[in-house]
């Protein structure tokens, strides 16, 4: 959410971050709003000093027994009351009006981030490593939905079965692996000085609305009512009505931990605050309909290990970049070649103020594919969150933190990138040394027999 005055003082500034977002947001709306509002609090204000004084005059008139000047003046306070019942409702249809569009206008992007009109005009900065050329071995790598079905420890039709279609089934080797990504990954933050935390995976509609997914991105989220559907109609903050009675599978872990410090005030020698935490995600991806629907790059549900970032605004900055080198060290670990992309003003997500992504090598599409998202998201999340910090000795009150978040990595895709990189003719999959620890000292995945139908 982006803060209200500097709409009001620069409007001209916003209008051009917008355009540059491609986003239609209306400026001119906004103001129209947010003048409504301003006139009917100024309105309020002038009727309830009328009122006060009107009220005062009552009682001295009382005291003096003009009894017919007081039943005068009490006529008019109540004309007075009805006025301003009538101002009330206007400003909290002006209030309600001016929050839901503040709840939809996407975030500024940084001066440092490229201007772009699509993920065309992403700006490549960084590879590492070497794709692997398998015309030089002799054979034909297979793409993972026909290597994992083959090894036995990928079910695409069984996962089918179970739920519905771009669900996944793992199993032997595939769900040890599975686990074995996770803990090598959250092993590795905690090294890094990342806090470990367990979150819910439900979350409700004030958590959602903090880090940007609502109201902006409800038909992607799957959502579960926790009471009667008849109880529709909540209200977030001064206004915007979302839906009541539910609560929400998380899209991401960034969700959660960014709202642990919600309506938090932290002192500046705690931060900067670094997170990690491995959950289940699920999304709808409504609008997604034809992409990658192959396989498991992309998925209703996957595992995803998270970073995210409290930091001053002095040294988000800094911290973006040390996230990215941490995501950037799991695919190093694991020796799996990765390129990183800065992405530019027209394809960055919603609350990002920069983003840096991570795509790794993935023989099937003989592209990059995406891995890791890592965004500095400046101050928005907080001022939807109302996360702030103080710090004494350098001014009065508090102020808004800066969030950041990033994936470090999507577990089912660092699994697929690893079945399809280290595949072998035999169609056997040599395991990266890194993981090895995590699975018994096991070096390679052969096929396991298939149980009966």
């Not at 079905?149 to 039709?157: K, Q, V, Y």
């Not at 890592?374 to 969030?403: E, M, W």
């Not at 040599?430 to 096991?442: D, H, K, N, S, W």
Request: hydrophobic share 40%.
């Amino acid at each position: 959410m982006l803060d209200a005055k500097l709409i009001r003082d620069d409007p001209e500034r916003v209008r051009a971050a917008l355009r540059a977002r491609n986003s239609s947001w209306s400026v001119d709306e906004f103001l129209a709003a947010d003048l409504r509002r301003r006139g009917a609090v100024s309105q309020l204000e002038a009727l309830q000093a009328r009122r006060n004084e009107s009220s005062r005059a009552i009682g001295a008139l009382m005291k003096q027994g003009a009894a017919d000047e007081a039943d005068a003046a009490k006529e008019q306070v109540r004309a007075i009351n009805d006025q301003i019942a009538t101002l009330e409702s206007e400003q909290r249809a002006a209030d309600a009006a001016v929050f839901d569009l503040l709840s939809t206008i996407p975030n500024i992007a940084d001066p440092s981030v490229p201007f772009g009109r699509d993920e065309t005009e992403n700006v490549e900065l960084k590879r590492w490593g070497t794709p692997r050329d398998f015309s030089t071995e002799g054979f034909a790598p297979q793409p993972h939905w026909d290597l994992g079905p083959a090894l036995g420890i990928i079910d695409f039709e069984r996962a089918v079965k179970l739920a519905e279609s771009r669900f996944v089934l793992l199993g032997g080797a595939g769900a040890r692996l599975e686990r074995a990504l996770i803990n090598f990954m959250l092993d590795t933050h905690a090294a890094a000085g990342f806090k470990e935390w367990w979150p819910p995976v439900l979350a409700n509609t004030e958590t959602l609305f903090g880090t940007g997914q609502l109201p902006k991105f409800e038909d992607d989220l799957y959502k579960t009512a926790t009471t009667s559907d008849a109880n529709e109609g909540y209200v977030i903050g001064d206004g915007a009505s979302q839906t009541a009675g539910k609560l929400y599978l998380i899209p991401t872990a960034e969700v959660v931990l960014t709202n642990i410090h919600r309506g938090e005030v932290l002192e500046a020698a705690q931060l900067p605050l670094h997170y990690t935490a491995f959950t289940p995600c699920f999304r709808e991806e409504a609008g997604s309909a034809g992409r990658d629907t192959r396989g498991m790059i992309r998925v209703h549900q996957f595992d995803k290990v998270e970073m995210v970032k409290f930091a001053t605004p002095q040294t988000s900055a800094d911290e973006l970049e040390s996230m990215t080198q941490e995501a950037e060290k799991i695919l190093e670990l694991l020796g799996l070649p990765y390129r990183r992309i800065v992405l530019c003003t027209g394809d960055m997500g919603f609350g990002a103020a920069k983003t840096y992504d991570l795509e790794v090598w993935v023989p099937s599409y003989s592209a990059y594919k995406e891995i890791s998202s890592c965004s500095n998201c400046g101050d928005f999340q907080a001022r939807r969150a109302n996360i702030k910090y103080r710090d004494p000795t350098t001014f009065k009150g508090s102020r808004l933190v800066h969030t950041l978040n990033g994936s470090g990595l999507a577990v089912g895709r660092t699994l697929v990138a690893l079945l399809e990189n280290y595949q072998q003719a035999d169609g056997s999959v040599t395991i990266p040394e890194a993981l090895r620890p995590y699975l018994g000292g096991q070096e390679r995945i052969t096929p396991e027999q298939e149980p009966a139908a």
